[in-house]
C-alpha cells in the first residue's frame, strides 16, 4: 500500500539534545512538508521541500533543521534550540502539477521532554 | 497573504442531527479551500476540496461544503451526523499562484452526542 509513515510514534527528549523525526512516503511525490500541531493553534508549517536537495523554511523554522536527500524521505531534527519542542508532529506530501494537489498526512509523532 | 478563520473552537450536536462547522478566509487572490478531519492521535484526512467548478462539493463520510466566494467562507455540513464523526475538522486554503502551501485553520472539535 502506497502511503506515509513517521516514526516513532512517540519520542523522549531529554534537556539538549537534539532528536530526529523520520518521514518516508512511497508515493512518488515530489513535495514534502513538516508541520507542528499544538492544542488550540491549528497546525503551523515548519519546513517544506518541493525537490531533492532543495528546501523552504516556513513560519516556524528555527530551532529546526531538515535535509531532503532523496525524493522518498524527508527527516526533521529537532534541535536543543528549540526551547518548547512538545508538540505532535506531522509529516505531508503532495505532487506538483498545474493544478493545485492535495497534501496526504501521515500518522504524526508524539515529541514529548523529560 | 492569506488567514483562514475557524469561529467555533468546539461544536456539540446530538446524534443524527444535521451539524454546520464554519470556516472563513481572508485572500487577495483566488484561492483552494480544503477540509481536513483529524481522529485522536492520528493524522489528517482529506473530507473533500474545492479547486474550481461548482460550488457545492461532495466529499467523503456524507459531508458537503459551498463555496461562497462574496461572504468569503467554506462551511461544512452534514445533515445527519453519527457518533463516529466526532473529531476535529480543519480548513485550509492556498492560494492559486503555485506556491503549494497551505494555511490551517485553529480546528473545530465536533463532539456528537448519544
Known amino acids: 500500500d502506497g502511503g506515509i509513515t513517521q516514526s516513532p510514534k512517540y519520542l523522549f527528549r531529554k534537556e539538549g539534545q537534539n532528536v530526529t523525526l523520520s518521514c518516508e512516503q512511497n508515493l512518488n511525490h515530489d513535495a514534502m512538508y513538516w508541520y507542528r500541531q499544538d492544542p488550540g493553534q491549528g497546525l503551523r508549517l515548519i519546513y517544506y521541500s518541493q525537490i531533492v536537495n532543495d528546501f523552504q523554511k516556513g513560519d516556524i523554522a528555527e530551532g529546526y533543521s531538515v535535509s531532503r536527500e532523496k525524493k522518498e524521505s524527508f527527516p526533521l531534527t529537532v534541535t536543543s534550540a528549540q526551547k518548547n519542542p512538545t508538540a505532535f508532529y506531522l509529516c505531508a506530501s503532495s505532487i506538483i502539477g498545474g493544478v493545485m494537489e492535495t497534501q496526504y498526512f501521515g500518522p504524526g509523532t508524539r515529541l514529548l521532554v523529560l | 497573504a492569506q488567514s483562514v478563520t475557524q469561529l467555533d473552537s468546539q461544536v456539540p450536536v446530538f446524534e443524527e442531527a444535521p451539524v454546520e462547522l464554519r470556516c472563513n478566509y481572508s485572500?487577495?487572490?483566488?484561492?483552494?479551500l480544503f477540509w481536513y478531519v483529524q481522529y485522536p492521535n492520528q493524522g489528517l484526512q482529506l473530507l473533500l476540496k474545492?479547486?474550481?467548478?461548482?460550488?457545492l462539493v461532495k466529499g467523503i463520510n456524507g459531508f458537503e461544503a459551498e463555496f461562497n466566494k462574496s461572504q468569503t467562507s467554506f462551511h461544512l455540513r452534514k445533515p445527519s451526523v453519527h457518533i463516529s464523526d466526532t473529531a476535529e475538522y480543519f480548513c485550509?486554503?492556498?492560494?492559486?499562484?503555485?506556491?503549494?502551501?497551505?494555511?490551517f485553520g485553529t480546528g473545530t472539535r465536533l463532539k456528537v452526542l448519544a
Open positions: 485550509a486554503v492556498s492560494d492559486a499562484s503555485g506556491t503549494y502551501k497551505y494555511i
Open positions: 485572500s487577495s487572490v483566488s484561492v483552494y
Open positions: 474545492y479547486l474550481s467548478g461548482s460550488t
